[in-house]
């Protein structure tokens, strides 16, 4: 199938040609059409699938068929948790809509509201913004949601899982009860089935993926190492100049500052991106990453949310997470759009029931790779199925395997080779 088949009107198939788009993806394809017609939608698709454009494209179409009335008063509304995910949503509007004429805006927190300000009081017809600058200036009154045809929440179960609730019951008491509301969602856990169905009116529900499923396209392995033996795992695997760009995810912002230390001594260029960074800091270590001026971006889950990589073809989980769905959100920044992609895991002792609770969601076993030399490997034992892993039902809690949790397997491939580990040369500290 073709955009064009979806009914899509010629000025936005423009931009989506000048864009090299011919295809939909399949959330594209089943969304658009619901869209249009003006129905509610609860969407849920991994990451990387094309959500936004699957509501964006339709947005734009709607409001410029309808644009008589109430000309620069904001028609629609997309919320959304992070200030990376709103400029990257900001993007695809101009993207698409270059030839729509439609004006947006994108406001965020964490910089100055002036130059916000001053675009909202030129008028625009789309909001993208996150929860709490959003609140905030509506309470000045510089915005007025008295007129929004189009509600948006995307990424809700970050919303949820960051707090947001709460500010998401007040923009909803806000915005007009005739309305058309779009609910996207990559995983849908109890709280987000309650929340959709108080704010959705009879949806449509489009799901292109199981839920909290890996692409096929990525390559995932694992690597028990102890915790104090990762910063030099993690230097041995960018000796490999194959790896040309990489995302690494740790769970604390001092844990990204830390591997951002160590690689650069180590003269491999990393940036940090995380919530104590100045947006104009963030911005700027994310466009030398997508220029490739740095070679590593290492990120906290909250601010890599909305990041969004070109031919990313790796991703390292520094630390594995303690939340399972996360690490679909995490790998999904590689193996996009039916790319390949690659994703290596460290696991230390006390991360072993995240990596059963991560196994146990993904319905799979990651498959391990040696210990390299210079790491202490994690003790397995004398019994006879030392070399298989427990798979026993993954429960809850930061406790520890038991000594016959490991099995080996081959090496990750990357790019069709093998990837050599070579022992540090520099003394670790």
Do not use: W
Request: proline share 5%; charged share 25%.
């Amino acid at each position: 199938m073709q955009f064009r088949e979806l009914g899509i009107i010629e000025p936005i198939l423009k931009s989506l040609d000048e864009e090299g788009y011919q295809t939909p993806t399949p959330i594209q394809e089943k969304a658009i059409p619901i869209i249009l017609e003006g129905t509610d939608l609860l969407g849920c698709a991994q990451t990387g699938t094309g959500k936004t454009a699957a509501f964006a494209i339709p947005i734009l179409q709607l409001l410029s068929e309808h644009r008589n009335t109430k000309q620069h008063k904001i028609r629609c509304l997309i919320v959304t948790p992070t200030r990376e995910l709103a400029i990257q949503i900001g993007e695809s509007f101009a993207a698409y809509g270059r030839h729509v004429g439609l004006n947006h805006a994108v406001i965020f927190g964490g910089v100055n509201q002036a130059s916000q300000v001053n675009k909202l009081r030129a008028g625009v017809e789309i909001l993208v913004a996150t929860p709490g600058r959003l609140l905030d200036l509506q309470t000045q009154g510089h915005i007025s949601l008295k007129e929004i045809e189009i509600l948006v929440l995307d990424e809700a179960d970050r919303m949820l899982d960051m707090g947001f609730i709460r500010d998401i019951r007040r923009i909803l008491l806000l915005v007009p009860k005739q309305r058309q509301t779009l609910f996207f969602s990559a995983t849908m856990p109890a709280e987000i089935v309650k929340l959709s169905n108080t704010i959705l009116a009879n949806p449509r529900k489009v799901e292109v993926a199981p839920v909290s499923s890996t692409a096929d396209t990525i390559t995932q392995s694992i690597y028990f190492v102890e915790k104090k033996d990762k910063n030099n795992l993690l230097v041995n695997l960018l000796q490999n100049r194959e790896i040309k760009t990489v995302l690494v995810f740790t769970r604390t912002k001092h844990g990204a500052d830390k591997i951002c230390r160590v690689l650069n001594k180590a003269n491999i260029t990393a940036e940090a991106i995380h919530g104590n960074k100045a947006q104009n800091a963030r911005q700027r270590a994310l466009s030398n990453f997508k220029a490739q001026t740095t070679r590593v971006l290492v990120a906290t889950d909250i601010a890599a949310r909305g990041i969004d990589i070109d031919d990313l073809q790796h991703v390292i989980n520094f630390d594995l997470p303690n939340v399972p769905e996360t690490y679909v959100h995490r790998i999904g920044r590689t193996g996009r759009a039916g790319a390949d992609g690659t994703a290596f895991s460290f696991c230390d002792t006390e991360e072993r029931s995240y990596l059963k609770d991560i196994e146990k969601l993904i319905a799979r076993k990651i498959p391990v790779n040696p210990t390299p030399a210079f790491a202490r490997p994690i003790s397995i034992g004398n019994d006879a199925d030392s070399e298989m892993r427990d798979d026993r039902p993954a429960r809850s809690g930061n406790r520890r395997y038991d000594s016959s949790n490991r099995r080996t397997a081959a090496p990750p491939k990357t790019s069709g080779k093998m990837l050599i580990l070579n022992r540090p040369t520099s003394k670790r500290r």
